[in-house]
């Protein structure tokens, strides 16, 4: 695809979402958390790399783990209040309840959350890792996902989508916001 062919499409060529880079104090300490916590497991990264860091690997995503001890750096405080409205990872669960009790036996902190709409509910649970990087577990897939334009929602296989077939498929302007159901106003929060 050449460059006046990009200007034609609506969107990107993406697939989905491959990893999340964290700048961290501790690789070791980090890696401990994802793989006992999390689940996820430690895998091969490049060798060129040259500063420390750790990949891992699970639900088809990647955490990047890159260690970083200088003051001056990025790393949200450990000790600041678990705010649901921060930023913060997801991750989808089968079991909202099992997973706030392991998380009590594991001596984690955590703050719980319930969306309800139409009949519909929602458990999220909140903590931090570590770094005082914010993670979400919910059951999110309850909420169907709605468009708020007219074009419906379609999900191509990647061999599927061509440029002129992405330009077709975003059928014009999305909403910026695709569940409004999820607005902060609608949480309720319990600690």
């Known amino acids: ?19 999340v880079s964290l700048l961290c104090r501790s690789v070791s300490t980090s890696v401990r958390f994802y793989e006992d916590v999390l689940g996820f497991i430690l895998i091969k990264r490049p060798s060129s790399f040259n500063f420390h860091g750790a990949w891992l690997f699970n639900y088809g995503v990647g955490i990047h783990l890159l260690e970083n001890n200088s003051v001056d750096a990025h790393i949200p405080s450990v000790s600041r209040p ?32 319930v969306v309800e709409e139409g009949g519909i509910k929602v458990d999220q649970v909140f903590f931090h890792d570590p770094d005082g990087y914010m993670i979400e577990i919910c059951n ?6 709605v468009p708020l334009s007219s074009c419906p929602l379609r999900v191509c296989k990647a061999k599927e989508i061509s440029c002129k077939m992405a330009a077709v498929i975003g059928c014009g302007v999305m909403e910026t916001k695709m569940m409004e159901s999820l607005s902060t106003e609608m949480i309720n929060f319990s600690f």
Request: proline share 5%; with cysteine; glycine share 8%.
């Open 1 to 19: 695809m050449g460059v006046d062919e990009i200007g034609l499409c609506t969107s990107l060529p993406l697939l989905s979402l491959n990893h």
């Open 82 to 113: 678990i705010n649901p409205k921060d930023n913060h990872i997801s991750f989808q669960c089968t079991d909202v309840g099992l997973v706030k009790m392991r998380l009590r036996e594991m001596g984690m902190k955590y703050v719980t959350a």
């Open 140 to 145: 999110c897939d309850n909420i169907p996902v």
